[in-house]
């Protein structure tokens, strides 16, 4: 079956430093989403990416999906106290409804 | 504008006792999902519907049932409870890849 790895687990940073998250695939991908869960909530979209090579940006993230659809990342460019929370990828295999996610990446900032 | 709408929020259950998990959404929305949240595990698929009269199992379905009841409902039936099945709940609905949309959870104990 489809098997996505989320890369790191944990990730401390000090507050102002970037911070990039990973979700690489065995298979190719029909599409990718992102999104967030803040520490007590419930996960929140952020966005899909669907073509190759794809890149989209909302204010400091930068979504970038691989060339092969195998690779994806969200990267955040100086980092907030309200970045704090967990990140996950989200996928469903060509004409799949099964939605997927990868294990998250949570975050934590150190003001 | 509800969304989507889970009860109960909480409950505690003794080993051996059933319960149902109600989920609802009014977004029109053909698939619907149920995971689980442990710590370090990440959101793991129970059972998804990709419409109404349709049900499939997910990563880890043992130990649970479900019915879609309409296109607005889907719940989930833990049979005889077992403490392995102290979790998060989530509840969440799509339309054809778009995004998701959860619930606010249900926090369960079993003791």
């Known amino acids: 079956g489809q098997q996505v790895m989320q890369i790191p687990q944990y990730q401390h940073v000090q507050e102002g430093e970037d911070f990039t998250t990973y979700c690489n695939s065995s298979?190719?991908?029909?599409?990718i989403q992102w999104y967030k869960q803040r520490p007590g909530g419930h996960p929140v979209f952020l966005i899909q990416l669907v073509k190759s090579g794809e890149v989209k940006k909302q204010k400091r993230l930068t979504f970038q999906f691989g060339e092969a659809k195998k690779n994806s990342s969200l990267h955040i460019t100086a980092t907030q106290t309200t970045d704090v929370g967990t990140y996950f990828c989200?996928?469903?295999?060509?004409?799949?409804?099964?939605?997927?996610f990868g294990k998250g990446t949570k975050l934590s900032v150190i003001p | 504008n509800a969304g989507v709408t889970q009860t109960p929020k909480f409950q505690v259950l003794k080993t051996g006792q059933s319960m149902t998990l109600q989920c609802a959404q009014d977004m029109n929305h053909n698939s619907m999902y149920w995971y689980r949240q442990d710590p370090g595990m990440g959101l793991r698929l129970i059972y998804y519907s990709a419409s109404e009269g349709t049900t499939d199992k997910g990563e880890v379905p043992n130990g649970y049932n479900v019915s879609r009841l309409n296109k607005r409902e889907f719940s989930l039936r833990l049979e005889s409870a077992a403490p392995s099945q102290t979790s998060v709940y989530f509840c969440?609905?799509?339309?054809?890849?778009?995004?998701?949309?959860f619930g606010q959870g249900t926090r369960l104990t079993v003791v």
């Open positions: 969440a609905s799509m339309a054809t890849n778009t995004e998701a949309f």
């Open positions: 298979t190719t991908l029909s599409n």
């Open positions: 989200g996928y469903s295999g060509a004409g799949s409804y099964q939605l997927t």
